[in-house]
């Protein structure tokens, strides 16, 4: 009777075993093919903050190689740009009625630097849908170089291919008057600093 | 002379390098330079202004850029951003 028993479980086990395998089989690769079709999308585009800090660190150097000292010195400090507008009429040699700032990856926000009156912000971005490491966005210092570059070279054009919205879209205008204070502070700090330099550079050759 | 483009997750890479009095080097300096306005890039060459100021020109063929130009640099073109957060 035992014997029976004991074969019978053998031959069901058998019998089961022989009627799960290609669906275990299957599911097994199935799993296999997911496990490794992530891992491949996770290398094409997984975000390594050791990339973006090196892309980083080179799209800061290339921005400095472009652009004016003082202007890289207020990137440095302040983390935007001043632009001067270089459209409507103006006095030779005089500075424009109205300026820009550049933030990486924000809207370009147009001001009166003589009132500090916003005007307008402009969204503007530069996608590459080439997206070589899974993102179209380029480092935070290449946008604004980006930017610069446009604006300096063809402000038109470059205004033209923007959204353009009243302040307070997509930046807080708060944030930009405080910004505006900032850059007012910083300005003044420069030059006090330059004017102490060069009494010291007078005294000494006195 | 050299041709940088900015790439999203790396900063800029040198797509060519060389002389522009070198036929042979311009050839290839000229084909670079076309690939990348074909791939929709906007080309810019950054420059000294009367006064030291600094500025950028922007350029849509090779001939545009002055024999002197160090670098030109190519980037996506601008499109109208989309809404994001608030700062």
Known sequence: MALALGTGAVVLVVL????MRPTLASALARGREIWSLRRRASAASGYDPGREHRAEQRARALLRSCIEDEDWAMYRDLGFLRVWGGLG?????????????????????AFVPETGELLNEYC?????????????????SDDVLAKWMALT?????????????LPGRQIEPDRVRRDLVRLARWERQRADRSKIGRQHGNVRAA | MK??????GHGEIVLAEGDVAVPEQERELI???RRELDAGMWAAVPKEAAGGRREAELVKSFAEVPRDAERVIFFPRAAGGAPEASL
Not at chain 1, 124 to 140: E, I, Q
Not at chain 1, 153 to 165: F, K, Q, S, W, Y
């Open chain 1, 16 to 19: 089961v075993w022989e009627l």
């Open chain 1, 89 to 109: 009429e103006r006095e030779p040699g005089a500075r424009s009625a109205y300026a820009y700032l550049i933030y990486p990856h924000k809207p370009i926000v």
């Open chain 1, 124 to 140: 503007v971005a530069f996608p590459d849908h080439s997206k070589p490491f899974g993102s179209a966005r380029l480092p935070h």
């Open chain 1, 153 to 165: 070279a063809d402000e038109r054009r470059l205004i033209g291919e923007a959204n353009m919205h």
């Open chain 2, 3 to 8: 041709l940088l483009r900015m790439k999203p």
């Open chain 2, 31 to 33: 084909e670079a330079f």
